[in-house]
C-alpha cells in the first residue's frame, strides 16, 4: 500500500532580510509540486511578528505564529504526514562571511524531509517558478533515485530542463581515447542509467565539487540546485553540501537519500536496477590542469531548453 501524496510545503520565516525570498521560492516550488503553502513563524515569547505578517498578507496567504524552541517546533511540525517539506532562509545576514544559519543546520540535521534553504540576496523574479535545475550526481542509485522519486511528484505540466552535473574532485572522468567525440555517448550513458526522464542535458567537472557546483549555476542561469543527501552534515558529502550553501546565490533544495513521505511513490527505474558496469571505461588524462569541464547537451525527448 502506498503512503498519501503530500500535499503540503512549510514557509518559515523569521522577519529577517530573506522573508520576500523564501515566500517567493515557497510558491514557486508548491506550483511545481501541486502543493499549498503553509506560512509560519516560530518565535520565542515576546518577539514581534508585524513585518512577518505585513510580508505573508501582500501574497494572499495566512499566517500562522506557533511558540518555539524554533528548531524543535518546526522539526515536530515536519513528521506531519501531509508536510512534504519547508522553505526557509538559508542565512540571515547578506553580506560579510556567509556560513549556511545554525537554525538551518539544525533543521538539516533532524529531518527526513526535503529542505529548500533561500540565501537572502537571490535575485528571484516576482513570479517564480524553477524552471532550470542543477542536479550533481555522483553515479550513486541512491542519489539518482532520491532525485528521481521527487521529480514523480512534479506536475505533469511543468515544463522543467535538468542539467546533471557529474563532479569528481582531482579525478579524471572515465572515458575512452577520444574525450570530445565520445563524451556526448558517455554522458547519454551516465543519463539513461542515473537519471532516465525528458528534457536532460549533462555536464561534468573535475577539481573542487564545491566550485564546479556553483560555476555551473551561474552558468546556466539555474533556478534551483537539487542536492541529495544522507548522513553527516559536518564531514565528507555533508561538508561539500554546507560550503555549497554557504556560497550558493540562488536556492537550494536538499532531499534526502531515504524518504519516508516520498517512499509511497513507487519509482525504480530500470537503469537502476543494474549494476552499472558500462561506466568502466579507461581513464584518459586531460592534462596538467587541475580543473577541466566539458558540457554534452543530450535531450530526453522535449526541447532542451524550457521557456523561462
Not at 159 to 182: F, K, Q, S
Not at 219 to 224: N, R
Amino acid at each position: 500500500m502506498t503512503s498519501a501524496r503530500p500535499t503540503t510545503l512549510l514557509a518559515s520565516l523569521s522577519g529577517g532580510p530573506e522573508t520576500g525570498v523564501v515566500l517567493k521560492s515557497a510558491i514557486g516550488l508548491a506550483t511545481l509540486f501541486g502543493m499549498e503553502v503553509e506560512a509560519v513563524h516560530v518565535s520565542d515569547e515576546g518577539e514581534a511578528t508585524q513585518n512577518v505578517g505585513a510580508a505573508t498578507r501582500a501574497v494572499g496567504l495566512e499566517l500562522h505564529e506557533w511558540p518555539g524552541p524554533i528548531g524543535d517546533r518546526l522539526l515536530e511540525v515536519l513528521k506531519l504526514p501531509q508536510v512534504f517539506g519547508a522553505v526557509m532562509g538559508m542565512r540571515t545576514f547578506i553580506s560579510g562571511p556567509r556560513p549556511a544559519g545554525h537554525m538551518a543546520l539544525q533543521v538539516l540535521r533532524g529531518t527526513s524531509k526535503p529542505l529548500v534553504l533561500v540565501p537572502p540576496e537571490a535575485a528571484l523574479p516576482q513570479m517564480f517558478t524553477p524552471r532550470r535545475l542543477l542536479v550533481p550526481l555522483d553515479g550513486s542509485p541512491q542519489a539518482s533515485r532520491a532525485f528521481l522519486t521527487m521529480e514523480r511528484l512534479f506536475q505533469e505540466e511543468a515544463n522543467v530542463e535538468v542539467v546533471i552535473l557529474y563532479a569528481l574532485n582531482g579525478l579524471t572522468p572515465r572515458m575512452i581515447d577520444h574525450p570530445y567525440y565520445d563524451l556526448p555517448i558517455w554522458g547519454e550513458d551516465f543519463l539513461r542509467r542515473y537519471c532516465p526522464g525528458e528534457n536532460r542535458s549533462f555536464q561534468w567537472s573535475t577539481g573542487n565539487p564545491v566550485g564546479a557546483v556553483i560555476d555551473v549555476a551561474a552558468e546556466i542561469e539555474s533556478d534551483l540546485i537539487v542536492l541529495s543527501f544522507a548522513g553527516d552534515i559536518e564531514v565528507g558529502h555533508g561538508a561539500v553540501i554546507r560550503e555549497v550553501l554557504s556560497r550558493s546565490s540562488v536556492p537550494v533544495i536538499i532531499v534526502p537519500v531515504i524518504n519516508r513521505v516520498m517512499a509511497g511513490v513507487s519509482f525504480a527505474p530500470e537503469g537502476l536496477k543494474k549494476q552499472a558496469v558500462h561506466n568502466e571505461i579507461p581513464r584518459r588524462s586531460l592534462g596538467s590542469g587541475t580543473e577541466s569541464r566539458c558540457r554534452s547537451e543530450v535531450s530526453g525527448g522535449r526541447n532542451s531548453k524550457p521557456q523561462r
